[in-house]
């Protein structure tokens, strides 16, 4: 990864992060998945947080009627429930069954299991430095709220749509010819298994 743009092998990494995250947290696509990243996110607030309806659509930029299918779904398969708040019946809240937070407590006791690994690999002034720039990169140690900054990325990424590039003749470029148009990297990904440049033909 020395010959790699920083930013490209950053790509990489995230790429291994974002499978093992998935696959410890059994992530499945699609927006009535039980795990899908959305439904994730309900069963999670849930638990940490007193959540309303109207929460779920604000925190994942979605419409009423797209958080009461997810809603619909986990509480079908009895991970949460709804009930009416104590102070104004109107308000509707969700918050986990025994089985959804028996569920997040097998997966976190997972994910600290593999993080306390692979900390392990690193010497305890090494596991600090990289602490300290994890935290400046992704801005949680500025003294900021956790929610806060998780609805900022939410309303960021919504408002960030890039377009592909299409060729001349048609067509759109792959993604190692992207990152060298912006980057100017000839060869951004290096590593046998990555994202590395290949001939590839019509099929």
Known sequence: MDKMLPIVALRECTVFIHTWMSVLLRTEMGKKGMFSPVALGIL??????????KDIS???????????DYVNNLEKNGFVKRVRGEDDR???????EKKGEKW??????????FLDK????????EQKTFLS?????????DGKDHDILLMNMVNEAAKEGTAAA?????????????????????????T???????ERKDM
């Not at 607030?45 to 959540?51: L, N």
């Not at 997040?104 to 299991?113: A, G």
């Not at 935290?135 to 140690?141: I, L, R, W």
């Open 44 to 53: 999670y607030m849930a638990y940490f947080h007193k959540i309303r309806m």
């Open 58 to 68: 604000e925190r994942f930029n979605v419409s009423a009627s797209t958080a009461t």
């Open 90 to 96: 109107r308000d509707i809240y969700i918050v986990p």
């Open 104 to 113: 997040i407590l097998e997966r976190e006791t997972e994910i600290f299991s």
């Open 118 to 125: 692979r900390l392990a690999v690193l010497e305890p002034s």
């Open 133 to 141: 720039l994890l935290a400046k990169f992704t801005g949680y140690g």
């Open 166 to 190: 299409e060729k001349e003749g048609g067509g759109y470029e792959r993604v190692e010819e992207m990152v060298k148009r912006v980057y100017g990297q000839k060869n951004p990904y290096i």
């Open 192 to 198: 046998k298994g990555g994202f590395e440049s290949v």
